[in-house]
């Protein structure tokens, strides 16, 4: 019994990456129907852009995590609005294998700056766990589980409370009124893109510590971020929390109970039953996804 | 236009046709080509490199010396090299590419086992030799193939030392956890086999899915089976997620080992204390005692003058490659002469000794005069451990 | 005569004839040109035909129907190990691939009905999510599929020239039929109901296409297209693992091809996988360490500038090219 909680405590833990991981996925592909294969990418340029500064520029962790969010805030800005944005107008697969395609000329850069080599930081958050009931938490994995949770707070602020959410729920919603509204859309789109960004850059700066990195490494957290998104609902918040959460406690439970070389099956299982049972997710509102089909 | 010119167009058309299908770099009289396709951007592009520069570093040596000394003429070495972005469909693309456009008839294999496998049935057909310096899996060998030789020892030897090493430190209960991948689960099976052999319990084997991101719960059941030692293969991602997890769910074995890892670059950098103490099963090292018989090296001078020119301390893969083609060069000097059916035959008579090792093949094409030894992470540093003829300092069991 | 000629020309049979008899041509020219082939330009080709009839098998879905198969990988997989379990042991590879190809359409008929009551990204990943279970159970069951070990087939009796032939010419029969599925869902009257659906389904069903029906059909028609290349495909390379047939970057690779060839057109894959195949090869022979990034940037700028795909390029400016050609002459 003290296994089967402690399993699932570290799959809340990892839930909670997860969860901060997918927001970033899940609002571009909310608000402007885009599914951004390169997110992956973005996240391990945030890694690099964390490593450099630590180890080049001798800065503490707390002030590389914000670097890295606004290195790939800006990128995904200037993405959004140079190329991305000239797509919004076409089918959805048209953007789908734009962001393919970029996603292949990232690896290929990521290689060519910075080797295939895997890399991590070591020991940020050191080795010591504490204790809570029993249950041993790592340092790290808690406050990765911490930022993570401070993010998504952050952004459901910032959707619900600020002018800025409100245009990008507005454009979400229905970008020809929000235009006739004087929102300036394209600015909004990048903006958003540009917020996606920046959660990547905040989750490569976690991978960074936690995790391993290297230009190929991810795609696996595309992956990953496609599934919570699903299960939780797309564009919504609480369900990416919710989503992440899920993922996180089935994949463990899946490991300690089944073979563990099932744990992405079973993962992947709970995707289709959502998906047939309640095709909008867990969370998922109408007006984030399901007029765009 | 009329009909004896569009007959001079279709000809003209075909004739072009014919010239890009034959179409073959000239190729100077005293230059011998190999060729191989590596993992050049892909996810196994860190080991590609490596090997690459242990084939180049070969070229180099020879060629300052004037070339390979064949039937009193002296020629120049070269090696045509393609990506194969650790993709198998590519990967024989690309060898049928330098078989029948660049014509090499001296083929080296490419990294990884899946890769090999596949690469093999296209180079067994064509008749042609395939020295193999990266390819571990014994699945390559035991499919009766005539033209497959790797110099390297196959899975089976990575994990038995280990294994050996449980059984003389008196540690009787293993944990094995693999990758679900083609030369984990082969070197893990192994494992689980030799400790039946070697009387050691299995205490724990499991496989994971690759890319995983917890891997607690493996851990806290293997926790659970009160293991002293632990053999763990995988991919370095996973390994370093591993290594960090192993101390964080408190598992304290007196021994750890990996199939690869702490000797790839960034490892012991990326883990710090977590990576200290582990082992890692090596085709090479700087202390193994043989003489290059063809070169005036040892295996400290093979690193010397490797260091000199690529800036770091070789690991076994660069050697191991510049041993792959020393097999070539003492079948040529043996035939004296190129023709590939006979140079097959001298290579699979090879019996020689290079700083990288002796080799001699059996009739599966598997290097049997060699062995592997063993090292540890000591003091961020890897050295020899195992077996004792070859160890540069004692073995250290964790507390 | 020429009213006859006319009516001819207007009648939908004609398109397809002409179309079968173009199609006719290009197999006819396949047929012919290994002599001329090195061994190297002949894998290439065979290659170029596998990715074609892949991406056929994506189009069919995709491109006809409008329902993103993005997982369609899954059936290759099927294909490859159902094939490579059969010629192990002892079928013929006509049987083999047959067995290879009947659990691949059995799947898509059952999960079709449930799975294709989703649209859009929602569809795409459902099929995503059904690879990544089939994957797994291939890489698990090993006392099956032989697991994360892979499945090594045995050599085909002849020469390195012999084996090139044999999948060639099994790859250009997998072609011609994966034009005949092209030819068949462009001009059949199933035809007619798949693309009713891709332009509103609701408005199809209110009409009386049985959507349900027809979607799965088509969907087992794409499972057992890219089933066979998948079997082909173990027979060919002669080793198999899971991460290699499963590999959802065969599927993204189709899906680039019929977009860029042209969605929902006969030869719009062919065209695909030949312009992506020549760039990627030409790549790999200069720029060894760049080809991701050209590919990638060849991708971007592709979408950016032929949104249509390059027969919608081609049929756009063809009037001018047209006119041109014209005045000049």
Not at chain 1, 251 to 272: C, I, K, P, Q
Not at chain 2, 276 to 300: C, G, H, M
Not at chain 3, 199 to 217: C, D, F, M, P, Q
Request: overall charge positive; some cysteine.
């Amino acid at each position: 019994m003290q296994l089967v909680a402690q399993i699932v405590l570290n799959g809340v833990l990892l839930g909670g990456f997860y969860a901060c991981m997918a927001l970033g996925f899940s609002i571009v592909w909310g608000v402007m129907n885009v599914v951004n294969l390169a997110y992956g990418s973005m996240i391990m340029i945030g890694a690099y852009v964390t490593q450099m500064a630590v180890l080049q520029l001798g800065l503490p962790f707390a002030a590389a995590l914000p670097l890295a969010a606004l290195a790939t805030f800006t990128m995904g800005y200037v993405l959004q609005r140079a190329l991305l944005n000239r797509l919004a107008e076409r089918s959805v697969f048209m953007t789908l294998i734009f962001t393919f395609g970029l996603n292949m000329a990232l690896i290929n850069l990521n290689l060519i700056l910075f080797s295939a080599d895997v890399r991590s930081l070591p020991d940020v958050f050191g080795r010591a766990s504490f204790t809570i009931a029993g249950l041993s938490v790592p340092y790290g994995r808690a406050t990765i589980f911490a930022v993570a949770m401070a993010m998504t707070l952050g952004l459901h602020a910032l959707l619900n409370w600020t002018p800025l959410g409100n245009a990008i729920k507005a454009t979400s919603f229905d970008p020809d009124a929000a235009r006739l509204s004087g929102i300036d859309v394209p600015h909004v789109y990048a903006l958003t893109f540009a917020i996606g960004g920046a959660i990547a850059g905040v989750t490569g700066a976690l991978v960074a510590t936690s995790y391993s990195f290297s230009p190929v490494a991810g795609e696996s957290y595309t992956m990953k971020a496609f599934v919570v998104v699903v299960l939780g609902g797309l564009g919504s918040i609480p369900g990416a929390i919710i989503g992440g959460m899920l993922l996180g406690i089935v994949e463990n439970l899946a490991s300690l109970f089944l073979d563990s070389g099932y744990r992405d099956a079973v993962g992947f299982t709970l995707l289709l039953l959502v998906l047939v049972l309640r095709p909008r997710g867990l969370m998922g509102r109408r007006f984030f996804a399901e007029v765009k089909g | 236009m009329s009909s004896s010119s569009r007959r001079r167009l279709v000809a003209g058309g075909l004739s072009i046709l014919l010239a890009l299908s034959t179409v073959m770099p000239a190729a100077a009289q005293d230059m011998i080509r190999f060729g191989t396709a590596l993992s050049l951007t892909g996810n196994l592009a860190t080991e590609g490199k490596l090997v690459r520069e242990g084939y180049d570093f070969f070229v180099k040596t020879v060629n300052e010396r004037g070339g390979i000394d064949v039937a009193g003429k002296k020629y120049k070495v070269e090696i045509v090299y393609y990506d194969d972005e650790s993709n198998v469909n590519t990967s024989v693309k690309l060898y049928e590419k330098l078989i029948s456009q660049d014509k090499v008839k001296f083929l080296l294999g490419p990294y990884g086992s899946g890769i090999t496998i596949a690469v093999s049935n296209l180079t067994e057909q064509h008749k042609l030799p395939l020295v193999i310096a990266h390819g571990a899996a014994s699945t390559i060998y035991n499919r009766g193939y005539k033209y497959i030789f790797g110099v390297l020892n196959s899975i089976d030897h990575y994990t038995y030392n280990m294994v050996k090493m449980a059984s003389e430190q008196k540690l009787t209960r293993l944990a094995l956890l693999n990758e679900n991948q083609l030369f984990a689960q082969l070197g893990i099976d192994g494992a689980a086999r030799q400790a039946k052999e070697l009387g050691v319990e299995v205490v724990y084997k499991e496989k994971y899915s690759s890319g995983t991101k917890d891997l607690s719960p493996e851990l806290e059941k293997m926790k659970a089976a009160k293991p002293d030692m632990i053999i763990a293969g995988g991919y370095t991602n996973d390994m370093i997620l591993l290594a960090r997890q192993i101390s964080q769910v408190g598992l304290k074995p007196k021994l750890l080992g990996y199939l690869l890892g702490p000797t790839l670059p960034g490892f012991v950098k990326s883990l710090g204390a977590d990576a200290e103490l582990t082992l890692e099963p090596v085709q090479w090292s700087i202390n193994v005692p043989y003489k290059d018989q063809f070169f005036d090296w040892t295996a400290r001078g093979y690193a010397d003058a490797f260091q000199k020119v690529y800036g770091h301390v070789p690991d076994y893969h660069p050697i191991q490659s510049t041993a792959a083609l020393q097999v070539y060069y003492n079948a040529f000097q043996k035939v004296g002469g190129f023709d590939p059916q006979k140079v097959r035959d001298a290579i699979a008579e090879t019996d020689i000794v290079t700083a990288y090792g002796p080799i001699r093949f059996n009739e599966k094409g598997q290097n049997i005069a060699k062995s592997m030894s063993v090292v540890q992470i000591q003091d961020g540093k890897p050295v020899v451990v195992y077996p004792a003829d070859v160890a540069e300092t004692k073995l250290k069991l964790n507390p | 005569m020429a009213a006859l000629l006319a009516r001819w020309r207007s009648s939908p049979w004609a398109g397809s004839l002409r179309t079968a008899a173009l199609s006719c041509a290009l197999l006819a020219i396949l047929v012919v040109l290994p002599p001329f082939l090195s061994l190297y330009w002949l894998r290439l080709l065979t290659s170029v035909l596998m990715l074609a009839v892949i991406a056929q098998g994506m189009n069919a879905m995709a491109g006809f129907v409008g329902y993103p198969a993005f997982g369609n990988v899954v059936f290759f997989g099927m294909g490859a190990y159902g094939a490579a379990l059969a010629m192990t042991a002892g079928f013929g590879v006509a049987p083999a691939l047959l067995i290879g190809a009947v659990p691949a359409a059995v799947l898509a008929l059952a999960v079709g009905p449930l799975l294709l009551r989703l649209r859009g990204h929602y569809f795409a990943i459902a099929t995503l999510g059904l690879n990544e279970v089939v994957s797994a159970l291939a890489a698990n069951l090993s006392g099956f599929t032989g697991g994360a070990a892979g499945l090594s087939l045995p050599l085909g009796a002849g020469t390195a020239s012999d084996a090139a032939y044999r999948a060639y010419s099994g790859f250009v029969a997998l072609f011609a039929a994966s034009l005949a599925l092209g030819i068949f869902l462009r001009d059949s009257r199933f035809g007619y109901g798949c693309r009713a659906i891709r332009a509103n389904e609701e408005a199809a069903e209110a009409t009386g296409v049985a959507t349900l029906r027809v979607k799965s059909i088509a969907w087992m028609l794409s499972a057992l297209l890219t089933a066979a290349a998948g079997g082909l495909y173990a027979r060919w390379v002669g080793f198999i693992e899971p991460s290699q047939v499963f590999d959802m970057s065969i599927s993204v690779k189709a899906f680039v091809m019929f977009l860029l060839g042209g969605a929902g057109t006969v030869f719009g894959p062919l065209i695909g996988s030949l312009l992506i195949e020549s760039a990627t090869t030409l790549a790999w022979s200069h720029l060894l360490k760049f080809h991701l990034l050209i590919l990638g940037v060849t991708i971007m700028l592709v979408v950016l500038m032929l949104p249509d795909g390059a027969q919608g390029f081609v049929a756009r400016h063809w009037p001018a090219v047209r006119a041109w050609l014209r005045h000049r002459s």
